[in-house]
């Protein structure tokens, strides 16, 4: 018996998912997944976006490296989730000697630690800085609370303790300029806690009538909880941008602060919610013009693209800088399913030019990866970096609904992870991939009407191979021989009636 994957009505609900019924025998099952499993080892070998495991999802990722180990601390996701941030912090690290192996540290605060958390509230985007004492201090914020909570832990992967609430001298909460999505810098210049949130586009009630200026700074202490200088503005909101440098790209919400080459670079997530832009100055405290886009999580601007030439489903984006053996990466995540909630974290490769500006980058599969991904190799269908219809749009979340969604989409349903509601002339892209190996390819998918998968390579015109797919309530797999030159880019483009469901993409060596 094969894999089965029998699919149901779409029935639209709270969660808006897809009832499906499956059962399994991995006896008989195509080799699609069983290619998967035998070369989980070789695939070690590899970055790939997601980097993480695909039932984690850690979004708003702050890189940094302690000692020899890359740490990512986010927030926390809860698969198929219907709300932002509804787990405990956890972390994740990886030696900087290998980007591709990532080890699951443990979880490092829990909502209960939180004294002024009795509601068990979503914890939201945190960062991590090490104080001048050596100890590691954890900074958050609690969702619809205005202050700024610390934890403290004498190693970046422990367990941190309660610290207390950012405060001036007398004692006062700093609350002001909505203290949302800290992150901290501790340099010869002192300790500065950057924040804000600004939502000026999207309806949400409680600050429809608040004053929202901007992304803010502050400086601390040496003890990293009491104010020295008081909060700045220092990137404008839409309802401040205008006539400035960052007019079309004002602040959002996300900020993340380094400090490269003597400068401060300040990422940011735009009005545009699903850009990560920058802004640069040589003070820490301002002084600070618009730099440009280093990335949209639906590719929008890179080569020119527009707004309504998304290549993914959009939703919210935050991350920051990390240099790594003289690399550096940008951390931003995903989105999966039909909300914002299910986000996954994703890394690119960025450069610097001559005059210390960051080009704006592509979304890819290959991630972190120092060359193409292997074109024998198997992998999820889901390790996409293009998926569209040719009119995605933003998802839904608190205070933004977006009632026409009819998109293709990731999803994860019984411990499976797979694309769905495929469409005539869903686009499924994938780069970068040495496709030169390549000789077969082959798809292991669930259909309820027969169609036919073209494939195209870098210049998405000359078709270099078709895929028939039947009509089946189970997993199966159809593939093609193929042949490819120096392309890398991978794109599949579904023709036919009815909706189709991708799990594998395979790739192979040699013609069978």
């Known amino acids: 018996?094969?894999?089965?994957?029998?699919?149901?009505?779409?029935?639209?609900?709270?969660?808006?998912?897809?009832?499906?019924?499956?059962?399994?025998?991995?006896?008989?099952?195509?080799?699609?997944?069983?290619?998967?499993?035998?070369?989980?080892?070789?695939?070690?070998?590899?970055?790939?976006?997601?980097?993480?495991?695909?039932?984690?999802?850690?979004?708003?990722?702050?890189?940094?490296?302690?000692?020899?180990?890359?740490?990512?601390?986010?927030?926390?996701?809860?698969?198929?989730?219907?709300?932002?941030?509804?787990?405990?912090?956890?972390?994740?690290?990886?030696?900087?000697s290998d980007l591709s192996d990532w080890n699951y540290d443990g979880v490092i605060y829990r909502k209960d630690k939180d004294p002024y958390n009795k509601e068990l509230l979503p914890l939201y985007a945190p960062d991590v800085v090490q104080g001048k004492d050596g100890r590691y201090y954890l900074y958050y914020c609690i969702k619809f609370q205005d202050s700024i909570n610390v934890a403290v832990c004498d190693s970046p992967a422990g367990e941190y303790e309660f610290y207390g609430r950012v405060h001036y001298k007398n004692g006062e909460i700093m609350s002001q300029n909505q203290p949302y999505d800290p992150s901290v810098i501790c340099t010869e210049e002192g300790n500065f806690l950057y924040f804000g949130f600004a939502p000026c586009m999207i309806n949400i009630p409680r600050y429809k009538n608040q004053e929202l200026k901007g992304g803010s700074v502050l400086e601390l202490e040496d003890d990293m909880i009491t104010v020295k200088r008081a909060p700045e503005v220092i990137i404008p909101s839409l309802d401040y941008g205008k006539g400035t440098s960052f007019e079309g790209n004002e602040y959002f919400e996300g900020p993340s602060i380094r400090k490269i080459n003597g400068k401060y670079y300040l990422v940011y997530s735009s009005v545009n919610t699903h850009q990560l832009c920058y802004a640069v100055s040589d003070s820490p405290m301002g002084g600070f013009s618009f730099g440009g886009i280093i990335i949209s999580n639906g590719d929008v601007g890179y080569d020119g693209r527009g707004e309504d030439e998304k290549l993914m489903s959009v939703g919210n984006n935050h991350g920051g800088l990390v240099k790594v053996n003289g690399q550096w990466y940008i951390f931003y995540h995903r989105h999966t399913y039909l909300n914002q909630y299910n986000r996954q974290g994703c890394a690119e490769k960025v450069f610097f030019d001559d005059e210390g500006n960051i080009p704006q980058v592509t979304i890819t599969t290959s991630g972190m990866n120092d060359v193409p991904l292997s074109g024998n190799a198997s992998y999820p269908a889901v390790y996409c970096c293009n998926l569209t219809n040719g009119h995605m749009g933003a998802l839904s979340s608190l205070g933004r609904n977006n009632n026409q969604i009819d998109f293709p989409y990731m999803t994860s349903e019984n411990g499976e992870r797979f694309i769905t509601n495929v469409k005539d002339g869903t686009l499924i892209g994938y780069k970068y991939i040495s496709l030169v190996?390549?000789?077969?390819?082959?798809?292991?998918?669930?259909?309820?009407?027969?169609?036919?998968?073209?494939?195209?390579?870098?210049?998405?015109?000359?078709?270099?191979?078709?895929i028939k797919v039947d009509k089946s309530g189970w997993w199966k797999a159809a593939g093609t021989n193929v042949s490819f030159e120096q392309e890398t880019e991978l794109y599949l483009v579904y023709k036919g009636e009815g909706t189709l469901s991708l799990l594998t993409l395979n790739l192979k060596g040699r013609e069978d």
């Not at 699609?32 to 499993?37: H, M, R, T, V």
Request: with cysteine; proline share 4%.
């Open 437 to 466: 190996e390549t000789k077969n390819i082959e798809v292991v998918y669930c259909a309820d009407k027969a169609g036919v998968i073209e494939i195209y390579a870098d210049d998405r015109e000359k078709i270099k191979g078709r």
């Open 1 to 96: 018996m094969h894999k089965r994957c029998l699919l149901l009505t779409v029935k639209k609900g709270k969660n808006d998912r897809t009832k499906r019924e499956k059962s399994y025998n991995m006896s008989n099952i195509n080799k699609g997944i069983g290619n998967y499993i035998i070369r989980r080892d070789f695939m070690k070998k590899q970055c790939h976006n997601p980097y993480l495991p695909l039932c984690e999802h850690i979004p708003d990722g702050e890189p940094h490296v302690f000692g020899n180990r890359l740490y990512v601390f986010g927030s926390h996701d809860l698969e198929n989730g219907s709300e932002f941030c509804e787990l405990d912090y956890v972390v994740w690290s990886a030696p900087v």
